[in-house]
């Protein structure tokens, strides 16, 4: 009987044990996708337009439980198919995921190529705004100087909510989703956010493609790089450069090229990178920093010229 009376405790006990460490207590579950398997052709497709080739098509082939992650030339998307407008010639890179009971998994990237300039894609007035047109450049300062001044906004930076973009800034659209919110700081109060100084200048243009030049005065180094526009979404994808920002700011977005455009006029823009929450111990939300054109600071101090161009 004693016997008995033991077994059944560590009979027990293994059970408490064993069912200490089933899979009931994961959390994500396994991985049930990985890398190799999100292959062109059977994941994912690029397709080009049969009247248009400068219109790529991006579409998932995989189940609808799994949501798709796309890294392409205009910014990230998460629909099931995407349309791409490309106007301009160049060899583009599109990154495919999935996000899974596991986690996120990536496939390797795969390039499509553009023959041809389809000069209709850069007719829409963002591009010009931000550029001036075609074959014209347009360039951009922070909107604070080293007198500590800013032209037009009330500080070189505000805040948004992660669901906040064009259309729910200017009223035209609901936000994204339910964190919408905003907060506009003057410089002089909180100049805590980035010290006064020259922060050198950011010149777009379309001069035989879509060109970014950035001379980062304040961070010590120039970027030169591309750009591409989504006109729905008022979004831009930057390659190999970022906006303008102060060096509180650098090192707590994970992905400086990924930008939306919360506000452009001929004298004015926006434009907002998404601040990581881990990076920043602050919580995720889009910092917006405010620049204003060349033409418009010139009209306010007299200046013909100004030394802070990019080369």
């Not at 360039?139 to 909510?161: N, Q, V």
């Not at 035209?172 to 980035?194: G, Q």
């Amino acid at each position: 009987m004693k016997k008995i009376f033991t077994y059944a405790i560590c009979f027990f006990a293994a059970m408490v044990f064993f069912g200490a460490c089933s899979p009931e207590n994961y959390t994500l579950g396994d991985i049930d996708v990985t890398s190799a398997q999100l292959e062109k052709g059977k994941a994912f497709t690029v397709e080009h337009d049969a009247s248009n080739p400068n219109i790529v098509y991006l579409t998932s082939l995989m189940d609808s439980k799994y949501t798709p992650l796309w890294d392409h030339p205009q910014g990230r998307s998460q629909e099931k198919k995407v349309t791409l407008k490309m106007p301009f010639p160049g060899e583009y890179t599109v990154k495919f995921g999935v996000e899974t009971r596991g986690g996120i998994v990536y496939g390797e990237p795969v390039t499509f190529k553009i023959d041809q300039m389809y000069a209709e894609f850069i007719s829409d007035e963002t591009w010009t705004l931000l550029t001036g047109g075609a074959g014209e450049e347009k360039t951009w300062y922070l909107d604070l100087d080293a007198e500590g001044i800013s032209r037009y906004f009330k500080g070189p930076m505000y805040f948004y909510g992660t669901g906040d973009w064009w259309g729910s800034i200017n009223k035209t659209a609901a936000p994204l989703n339910s964190d919408s919110w905003s907060w506009e700081p003057d410089w002089k109060s909180n100049s805590w956010l980035m010290p006064a100084g020259d922060y050198g200048s950011m010149t777009f243009d379309l001069k035989g493609g879509a060109n970014i030049n950035v001379n980062h005065a304040m961070l010590g180094k120039v970027q030169k790089g591309t750009f591409n526009i989504d006109t729905e979404k008022k979004t831009i994808r930057m390659t190999g450069a970022s906006p303008l920002h102060g060096k509180p700011q650098d090192g707590i977005v994970v992905d400086w090229g990924d930008v939306r455009i919360m506000s452009l006029t001929e004298n004015t823009m926006q434009l907002a990178v998404l601040r990581d929450a881990v990076l920043s111990n602050d919580g995720a939300a889009m910092l917006t920093f405010n620049f204003i054109s060349k033409a418009y600071k010139q009209s306010l101090t007299g200046d013909a010229k100004d030394n802070n161009e990019t080369p």
